[in-house]
């Protein structure tokens, strides 16, 4: 069974920047498409970002295009979310996906990644 164990979360005023991290356990990072989820209180979780095995296609929920950039370093086995310029609404945890399926460009559908972090939270204060 893969684990994904996430790290990065935390309070950070609005303006700033955090970035989070993704390590599968047991197998490589390279192995799988990798995205982001987040769930605010009160709402359905939903996608952030992604990023294909191959690492060449990311796909980005228009509320973070030019804000948040996810990325994978195959050598540390981890794929990261960059996140700048936060704002309140922002505000979620933040949940590291896998998908063990090969695709040219990535999934934004949440039943597409087989598995799931525990997830981290992120508090964007104004």
């Known amino acids: 069974q893969v684990q994904l164990v996430e790290s990065g979360g935390g309070l950070v005023q609005a303006g700033g920047s955090l970035r989070l991290s993704c390590a599968p356990s047991?197998?490589?990072?390279?192995?799988?498409?990798m995205a982001w989820f987040r769930q605010a209180p009160g709402k359905e979780r939903e996608f952030v970002v992604a990023?294909?095995?191959?690492?060449?296609?990311?796909v980005h929920a228009d509320s973070v295009k030019g804000r948040f950039t996810i990325s994978r370093d195959n050598a540390k086995n981890t794929v990261y979310l960059q996140m700048n310029s936060l704002k309140p609404e922002d505000t979620a945890v933040y949940y590291c996906?896998?998908?063990?399926?090969?695709?040219?460009?990535?999934?934004?559908?949440?039943?597409?990644?087989?598995?799931w972090g525990q997830g981290t939270q992120v508090t964007v204060s104004s």
């Open positions: 996906a896998a998908d063990r399926a090969w695709r040219e460009v990535p999934d934004t559908r949440q039943g597409a990644y087989d598995y």
């Open positions: 047991g197998r490589t990072a390279g192995t799988y498409g």
């Open positions: 990023i294909a095995r191959s690492g060449g296609n990311r």
